[in-house]
């Protein structure tokens, strides 16, 4: 399974991103997909999830509200709509693909991409 995060860059407090993951390589109906993300001198830590078929998500509570995680099947793709975003929100933003949409931790995610940067100005 290969992975190719898009979609991150700088924007102000307040504002919105839309972060994309385009999937290839695998038969994706059998995994969850979800994003990470890690900022410097932290683990990375779930930020939402994912499953193709059916389409459960879930999500951590910082990003509960803000942030809406969805697919597309005929693409291959998963996205991540970020609104309100604040300065905390600045990190590594990973894409993966692993065993469960429930609020996965890294270990339940054997696929990653590369990672795209997302900084939010105060």
């Known amino acids: 399974v290969q992975l190719q995060a898009s979609g991150g860059g700088l924007v102000q407090a307040g504002g919105s991103l839309r972060l994309s993951c385009a999937a290839s390589g695998g038969t994706f109906s059998s995994y969850a997909m979800g994003w990470f993300r890690q900022a410097p001198g932290k683990e990375r830590e779930f930020v939402a999830a994912?499953?193709?078929?059916?389409?459960?998500?879930s999500y951590a509570d910082s990003a509960k509200g803000r942030f809406t995680i969805s697919r597309d099947s005929a693409k291959n793709t998963v996205y991540l709509q970020m609104s309100t975003l604040k300065p905390e929100d600045s990190a590594v933003y990973y894409c993966g693909a692993g065993y469960t949409s429930r609020r996965p931790t890294v270990r339940d995610f054997p696929y990653w991409g590369q990672g795209t940067q997302v900084t939010v100005s105060s």
């Open positions: 994912i499953s193709w078929i059916g389409g459960t998500t």
